[in-house]
Protein backbone atom coordinates (compact mmCIF):
# COMPACT_ATOMS: atom_id res chain seq x y z
CA UNK A 1 0.00 0.00 0.00
CA UNK A 2 1.30 3.24 -1.06
CA UNK A 3 0.81 6.12 1.03
CA UNK A 4 -1.35 9.02 -0.38
CA UNK A 5 0.40 12.36 -0.71
CA UNK A 6 -0.91 15.37 0.74
CA UNK A 7 -1.47 18.27 -1.54
CA UNK A 8 0.75 21.09 -0.56
CA UNK A 9 0.20 24.00 1.19
CA UNK A 10 -1.07 26.86 -0.32
CA UNK A 11 1.19 29.46 -0.53
CA UNK A 12 0.71 32.54 1.50
CA UNK A 13 -0.92 35.86 -0.31
CA UNK A 14 1.89 38.76 -0.75
CA UNK A 15 1.34 41.73 0.96
CA UNK A 16 -0.06 43.43 -1.72
CA UNK A 17 -3.29 41.17 -1.78
CA UNK A 18 -4.08 42.39 1.79
CA UNK A 19 -7.14 44.20 1.71
CA UNK A 20 -5.84 48.35 2.64
CA UNK A 21 -5.82 49.50 6.05
CA UNK A 22 -7.04 52.83 7.22
CA UNK A 23 -3.65 53.54 8.06
CA UNK A 24 -2.56 53.07 4.38
CA UNK A 25 -5.12 55.39 3.61
CA UNK A 26 -4.42 58.28 5.45
CA UNK A 27 -2.09 61.00 4.17
CA UNK A 28 1.26 60.56 6.72
CA UNK A 29 0.70 64.53 7.14
CA UNK A 30 -2.46 63.93 8.46
CA UNK A 31 -1.38 60.50 10.75
CA UNK A 32 1.78 62.83 12.21
CA UNK A 33 -0.52 65.24 13.33
CA UNK A 34 -2.61 62.79 14.97
CA UNK A 35 0.01 61.20 16.33
CA UNK A 36 1.26 64.03 17.93
CA UNK A 37 -1.93 65.06 19.34
CA UNK A 38 -2.53 61.37 21.10
CA UNK A 39 1.22 62.13 22.58
CA UNK A 40 -0.33 65.53 23.67
CA UNK A 41 -3.10 64.03 25.25
CA UNK A 42 -1.26 61.33 27.33
CA UNK A 43 1.31 63.93 28.38
CA UNK A 44 -1.77 66.26 29.86
CA UNK A 45 -3.32 63.14 31.04
CA UNK A 46 -0.08 62.59 32.86
CA UNK A 47 -0.13 65.72 34.54
CA UNK A 48 -3.40 65.96 35.74
CA UNK A 49 -2.42 62.63 37.69
CA UNK A 50 0.44 63.65 39.11
CA UNK A 51 -1.14 66.97 39.93
CA UNK A 52 -4.41 65.09 41.93
CA UNK A 53 -0.92 63.35 43.48
CA UNK A 54 0.84 66.25 44.77
CA UNK A 55 -2.60 67.85 45.99
CA UNK A 56 -3.00 64.65 47.75
CA UNK A 57 -0.10 64.76 49.46
CA UNK A 58 0.05 68.34 50.09
CA UNK A 59 -3.42 67.92 52.15
CA UNK A 60 -1.96 64.91 54.45
CA UNK A 61 0.80 67.51 55.51
CA UNK A 62 -1.55 70.22 55.87
CA UNK A 63 -3.31 67.96 58.07
CA UNK A 64 -0.68 66.56 59.71
CA UNK A 65 0.77 70.26 60.60
CA UNK A 66 -2.36 71.68 61.93
CA UNK A 67 -2.76 68.16 64.25
CA UNK A 68 0.99 68.48 65.22
CA UNK A 69 -0.27 71.93 66.56
CA UNK A 70 -3.38 70.55 68.30
CA UNK A 71 -2.33 69.54 72.01
CA UNK A 72 -5.32 67.10 72.82
CA UNK A 73 -3.85 65.28 69.98
CA UNK A 74 -0.40 65.35 70.93
CA UNK A 75 -1.52 64.85 74.66
CA UNK A 76 -3.29 61.28 73.02
CA UNK A 77 -1.03 60.48 71.45
CA UNK A 78 2.14 60.75 73.03
CA UNK A 79 4.05 57.64 74.22
CA UNK A 80 4.90 59.07 77.45
CA UNK A 81 2.47 59.31 80.09
CA UNK A 82 4.65 61.77 82.18
CA UNK A 83 5.44 59.18 84.98
CA UNK A 84 8.71 58.58 83.29
CA UNK A 85 10.47 61.57 84.79
Known amino acids: ????QRPAAAPKPAAQDKPATLKDLINPD?????????????A????QKEDARQQIVDARKAEQKRLENDFEYLLNNS???GTKY
Open 79 to 81: GTK
Open 1 to 4: MAKK
Open 44 to 47: AEAK
Open 30 to 42: VLSKLQAQADAMK
